[in-house]
């Protein structure tokens, strides 16, 4: 399995329209010196990128805080189980190893753009 990073960021619900806040999207695309569970928001730059995840949109998912069930457990706190997760499809734009954008599955299909990389 190994280590990865994580972008963090705000993402609209497609399903319910709320705001999934704060939402983990994990990645692992650079290389695997540089994982190490660092987290970055749009407009950080991924240091050692892989070639393939740069200059280029990417597809991949978030689980939705807006949208998943919560089951409480232990001294009350809050969680999703895997079972209860429900997952949003997102493309993430990166430009020279910077995140640029975020757009739900949507909003990247208004675009037009059809060359990306499948990371689900």
């Not at 190994?2 to 650079?30: H, M, R, V, Y």
């Not at 991949?60 to 069930?69: G, L, M, P, R, V």
């Not at 457990?73 to 430009?95: A, C, L, N, P, T």
């Not at 910077?98 to 675009?111: D, P, T």
């Amino acid at each position: 399995m190994g280590l990865f990073n994580s972008i963090f960021a705000d993402l609209k619900c497609p399903s319910k329209g709320g705001i999934s806040k704060d939402t983990e999207i994990q990645i692992k695309w650079q290389h695997q010196k540089a994982r190490g569970i660092s987290s970055y928001r749009v407009g950080d730059v991924l240091e050692e990128i892989e070639d393939e995840y740069n200059n280029t949109w990417i597809r991949t998912d978030f689980i939705c805080n807006a949208c998943s069930k919560f089951t409480t457990g232990w001294k009350g706190m809050e969680y999703i189980r895997s079972e209860d997760q429900s997952r949003h499809v997102i493309f993430v734009k990166i430009e020279k190893s910077k995140i640029c954008e975020i757009l739900l599955e949507a909003e990247f299909n208004k675009i037009g753009v059809k060359d990306f990389v499948d990371y689900l």
